[in-house]
Structures are given as C-alpha cells and as structure tokens.
C-alpha cells in the first residue's frame, strides 16, 4: 500500500507557473505508474498525465500537452508536475494517483488504486 501527499499548489496569474509534488511512502514507488488527474466544480474528475516506473513513457490529455510535464525520482519516492503557461481553465483540484496495473489504459482514473488528497490550483485571468 501506498500513502500520497501533494503539495505545491495555490493561485497564481494566467500565463504563470506552479510545480505540484506527490510525496510517497512506502519502499516499493517505482512499482507504481503515476497518475496526475484534476476535478473542476462541477465537472467529473478528469486525466492530466501519467508516468511509466522509471519515467521512460509520459502521456498528456491534449489540453495540457506542450504546457504540463509530469517527472518523477523514484529516489526521492516523488512525482512531480511542471505546469507552464497556466489558463484559468486549468483551475481545479489536482489529485495524484498510483497503480499496480499493468497493460491498462492509465488515463482512465478507475485504474488507480491510490489518491492523494489533492491540492488546489487557481488560475486568475
């Protein structure tokens, strides 16, 4: 099992940046795909990112692609995200996610076994 806290995240100006971590316990990180999703009010909880176990594989909902980048150091049991460019539309809570699934399709959220809490990110305009 896994515990996942964010943090990073608060308001910023549009055309601004904001990086969100995802601490981790536990010893086994780099067995899980990392998921980063978002939920607006009300709007269903939506994909971000994800990242494979040793960062090799990223993928991007088409929103966020060219603006947002998802890392990770499984040294540090983190995962991050680098969001640039930021629009008021990206306001929303964001929540980090992680699985033990394999050959699943990881922009879905029902995948995910583990979430954070999630942290708020405001964009004003």
């Known amino acids: 099992q896994v515990q996942l806290v964010e943090s990073g995240g608060g308001l910023v100006q549009a055309g601004g940046s904001l990086r969100l971590s995802c601490a981790a316990s536990g010893r086994t990180f780099s067995s899980y795909v990392m998921g980063w999703f978002r939920q607006a009010p009300g709007k269903e909880r939506e994909f971000v990112a994800f990242?494979?176990?040793?960062?090799?594989?990223?993928y991007y909902a088409e929103s966020v692609k060219g603006r947002f980048t998802i890392s990770r150091d499984n040294a540090k049991n983190t995962v991050y995200l680098q969001m640039n460019g930021l629009k008021p539309e990206d306001t929303a809570v964001y929540y980090c996610?992680?699985?033990?699934?394999?050959?699943?399709?990881?922009?879905?959220?029902?995948?995910?076994?583990?979430w954070g809490q999630g942290t708020q990110v405001t964009v004003s305009s």
């Open positions: 996610a992680a699985t033990l699934r394999l050959g699943v399709r990881y922009q879905n959220s029902y995948e995910y076994q583990y």
């Open positions: 990242i494979t176990w040793t960062g090799s594989s990223t």
